[in-house]
């Protein structure tokens, strides 16, 4: 069980450890990289993935063979080379999890709707799942010996469903010496809390949506859990994973807590002090799940602009081409085609890679870099976590991985967002590059969200790679979550300004050339299990 990761949470409101970076960013000029950006192309290149052909990007479907058919044109055509050998390509086997809707869910005589009122899935590789549990209320679902926190402490959840809250108790006390306080830590996420229940031999959890903690809508759950699913394989057909992973809405629970003699609110205050003992419901929960299994490769897309001097040196630029394919909005089947969610970030990758590639042409950067498209982020990182365990080259010969996971396609702004604050030296690069353009780095505005732990840098920085996200997704546009993410809505407009894509590039552009002819590798400035995985590496 990961048990350091708190250390990295801390710097997340109490500052960073400041560095000057080796050189100058001299590269090129600061406004070269954007000024040379082709944005008619980065437009085509978002509205063919964005449009209903491609059919929201799902893996396994149609739309994956589209979109990896075009990526790989569109990699040949730039000049890169394959990442991946001789191939741009990477298999990642994938479980294709399709659970039948028709299914309800009981807490003693309280049915709850599925996809109104709760959502249920599972990673495990069966065509049944069975609910026939007592039921117990664990908080927060979190074990942190670090801060003296066990919700699992003298009960027993083998076989067993657990209902639990969402975020971690420093949401509630707002005090940054407690977890994170209002800055999410990785306690705080599902993922997290289903490994650990899974670790504890709970055969079930259903957390408890609120939307301020959760930093989304009940709408996102529904979109994200009620369609088709995926999961790597292992060797076990994934059986040590929990059973259920579910979701329930806070009027929901309100009832199946009312059902057990309980108040709610009275119980969540009570799990959010420490010393708080998980407790036995007295319910009973059923639920029966049929799933159709559908095993199969996705993929992975990579290619690569080889360094001459360092060429095992690689730095990565990343963007997720998986969006959520098809789901149900208002009764009725709708693509969900992520315009911003992600074709923004790739059109990104496709768009810097070409200048990067002319670039080299004039004059070859000494380390090779890298541009990627993986698949299934949005439901796990998967295609990241199977990518930074089997990469190309070492974990510890890769400089850094930068990731985009949308874009502002709005007009420029004087400040690029940070997410995450004093983790690793990439912030240095990062406030170096931005001042060069007159900007200044903005601390993330919701740290209550988690972002760092919800994208595929996450997957690369567990294996001690230095990582940085890039994401917009709403400070530009305030209606952007509410309105269209994780939905239909989410559609390219031709009325993007496109001022920020251009500003944006740009500064990953000069830092991939800085890195790329630097001979630097950034550090991990935070203690936490990304710099020991890093330093066990020998970097």
């Known amino acids: 069980m990961i048990t350091t990761f708190w250390l990295m949470f801390k710097p997340l409101l109490f500052g960073s450890a400041l560095f000057t970076a080796t050189s100058a960013f001299c590269a090129t000029s600061v406004s070269s990289i954007g000024e040379a950006l082709d944005l008619q ?32 044109k569109q990699f040949k055509d730039i000049g890169l080379a394959p990442a991946f050998g001789d191939s741009y390509i990477q298999p990642v086997p994938l479980a294709k999890i399709t659970a039948d809707q ?10 709850l709707t599925n996809a109104s009122e709760f959502t249920a899935r599972t990673q495990r590789i069966s065509d049944n799942i069975t609910v026939d549990d007592d039921v117990v209320f664990v908080g927060y679902g979190v074990t942190a010996p670090e801060y003296n926190w ?26 940054p010496d407690f977890f994170g306080g209002n800055a999410m830590t990785y306690y705080g996420r599902w993922t997290y809390k289903y490994e650990e229940a899974a670790r504890q031999g709970a055969n079930a959890v259903f957390i408890v949506h609120e939307s301020m903690p959760a930093g989304y809508g009940w709408g996102v759950i529904q979109n994200s859990n009620t369609n088709t699913k995926y999961s790597l394989i292992d060797d076990n057909e994934n059986q040590s994973q929990i059973g259920v992973m579910g979701w329930m809405t806070l009027r929901a629970a ?8 309980m108040d709610y609110r009275e119980m969540k205050a009570k799990a959010s002090k420490p010393g708080f003992k998980a407790v036995d419901m007295k319910l009973h929960a059923s639920l029966k799940m049929r799933n159709t299994i559908e095993k199969k490769q996705s993929r992975n897309v990579a290619g690569i602009i080889p360094g001459v001097t360092s060429p095992d040196e690689w730095v990565a630029l990343h963007a997720h081409w998986d969006h959520i394919g098809k789901a149900i909005e208002n009764g009725k089947e ?9 074709a923004s970030g790739v059109a990104g990758v496709l768009g810097l890679a070409r200048v990067m590639k002319t670039l080299s042409e004039k004059k070859p950067f000494d380390r090779t870099l890298m541009f990627g498209a993986f698949t299934a982020e949005e439901t796990g990182l998967i295609g990241a976590e199977h990518f930074a365990q089997n990469p190309p080259v070492p974990a510890s010969d890769i400089v850094a991985f930068l990731n985009i996971d949308g874009m502002n396609v709005n007009q420029s702004v004087d400040y690029i967002l940070q997410y995450g604050n004093g983790l690793s030296e990439l912030e240095d690069y990062v406030a170096k590059a931005a001042k060069a353009q ?18 595929d840098h996450f997957a690369a920085a567990k294996q001690g790679i230095p990582s940085y996200l890039f994401m917009s997704l709403g400070d530009t ?38 890195l790329a002819n630097n001979g630097d590798w950034p550090k991990w400035t935070a203690d936490s299990d990304f710099k020991a995985a890093r330093k066990a590496s020998g970097r």
């Open 41 to 72: 192309q980065y437009r085509d290149d978002v509205k063919t993935l964005a449009s209903d052909e491609f059919e929201g990007r799902s893996p396994l479907s149609e739309g994956e063979e589209k979109t990896i058919e075009y990526l790989v």
């Open 102 to 111: 028709n299914m309800s869910l009981k807490f003693g005589d309280v049915t």
């Open 150 to 175: 066990h919700d699992y402490e003298g009960v027993d959840v083998k076989g067993k469903t657990v209902i639990m809250l969402v975020n971690d108790p420093g949401f509630v006390s707002q005090d």
């Open 254 to 261: 309100e009832k199946v807590f009312k059902a057990a003699g």
């Open 334 to 342: 709708v693509v969900m085609n992520g315009a911003v969610d992600n």
């Open 438 to 455: 007159g900007r200044y780095v903005k601390p993330d505005p919701r740290p209550q969200n988690g972002l760092f732990f919800r994208s």
């Open 477 to 514: 546009d305030p209606t952007f979550i509410a309105q269209r993410y994780h939905k239909a809505a989410d559609d390219y407009l031709p009325s993007w300004d496109l001022g920020g894509v251009k500003q944006d590039l740009d500064l990953m552009g000069q830092i991939m050339a800085e």
